[in-house]
């Protein structure tokens, strides 16, 4: 998918916008401004540092 792909999608927004938003602007909802940073992500790296260190499991995440 490209820009070219998307930019049709945006152009029909901007004329019909979803429901959602148009609900929230009538009743003043304003969103919250985005936060820096939630926490620090892991990078590739630190990634593959920790499938080593856990045997290849995500501390916290429970097996199906």
Request: positive net charge; proline residues 9%.
């Amino acid at each position: 998918m490209t820009l070219d792909d998307v930019a049709p999608l945006f152009a029909y927004w901007r004329r019909y916008p979803p429901l959602r938003d148009l609900v929230a602007a009538f009743i003043g909802f304003k969103p919250s401004e985005p936060e820096e940073e939630k926490g620090r992500q892991l990078g590739a790296n630190d990634m593959r540092r920790l499938m080593a260190a856990t045997g290849g499991k995500i501390p916290g995440m429970g097996g199906i």
